[in-house]
DNA sequence: CCAAACTTTCAATACTTACTGAAAGTTATG
DNA sequence: CATAACTTTCAGTAAGTATTGAAAGTTTGG
């Protein structure tokens, strides 16, 4: 599993191996976890994810172990990050003693905690160092100084207005918000 | 200079150093060469980039390697980065041969210069592998299979419908996009 | 068209982050 | 309350990125 299927069994030389369900899971998690690295995501929480996005059924950890050829240590550490975030919800199977785990399945509800995660992480952090800048360099003479503090002052209210942008198009009322949006843009 | 400053000549022991034109602009660039990380940009680009955004004057290669304590390969490939993104231009100074590079210091404009990019690595790519994978799902028989060709395919319209919305939201039509935007959310 | 001034490239290295596997910890049940 | 089933932690290692510094490449003025 997880590797390039360099041929298929059926499947002529040079052509496009036949689809399975197996076969586009795994395009799917490969893909993604591939992507992961551009979204800041390490490659082992962003396969799980999409396993767990595309299984119907909740996984125990060691099937995930297995299906995407990780460690336990790896698992379970990526596991419990996604817990975290919201993404992934631990479930009990009854007459089983393990952690079985699924994935939220919303798509909106997905985008708003992405979107929040990231504004905790990339936009708040900025506002904040820029915010302490402006105050600082308020009080400076100088015509250097000034033009300084006047863009950090831009910068600090553009990224002011996009976190209450942030704010209010992340919140659960996506039906809405989104026809709105449309509209308007 | 960057580092941090353990203490000012007049400050008393333990007081907040007196802030001058050069400590603001120092803690600025500090603070988001470290956020750069968070941002997927590595540090000296993004402490490039904070330098140029406060320099009223252009700078040459050889001042930012200066004030930054950075290689002349390592200005010399960030700075080449900077000017691809658009966010840093060249410019020639009359008499003098070398390089001389300032930043955009439009907000807006920078905004759609980084919303464009993180679209373009972040976006497009998802968008490509589901559709791939919503094609490939399309036709597979059985419960199972067609649950997740449900799933690939809701997550592939809502990412299809955020890449329209970037696009439409980071054209250079600013002032009528942020006022509508307020008013709808 | 040579020499000086400047820019770019790139192999070596340092730094950062992710992953493994085994050991320690926890919990449920007979 | 002992044992077995399962989970978590963590030191060591591997993999991935960023940075340096020196050498090669370019351009410009004399």
């Not at 396969?47 to 297995?66: G, K, N």
């Amino acid at each position: 599993m997880l590797q390039v299927e360099p041929e298929n069994g059926r499947a002529a030389a040079g052509a496009a191996a036949a689809d399975s369900l197996e076969s586009v899971r795994d395009i799917f998690i490969r893909q993604w976890g591939a992507m992961g690295s551009q979204w800041g995501v390490n490659r082992s929480m962003a396969m799980i994810h999409a396993l767990l996005l595309v299984s119907p059924e909740p996984l125990t950890t060691d099937a995930i172990m297995e299906e995407l050829e990780i460690s336990r240590g790896n698992a379970n550490t990526n596991l419990r990050e996604l817990v975290d975030w919201g993404l992934v919800y631990p479930v009990l199977v009854k007459g089983d003693r393990r952690d079985y785990f699924v994935a939220e399945k919303d798509v909106w509800r997905i985008f708003c905690i992405v979107a929040r995660e990231r504004k905790r992480r990339e936009m708040e952090p900025a506002q904040k160092v820029l915010e302490e800048c402006v105050r600082r360099s308020g009080s400076l003479e100088g015509e250097e100084a000034q033009a300084m503090h006047a863009q950090l002052a831009r910068l600090s209210e553009f990224v002011g207005t996009a976190n209450e942008l942030m704010d209010k198009l992340a919140r659960p009322e996506r039906d809405r918000i989104l026809p709105n949006l449309m509209r308007v843009l």
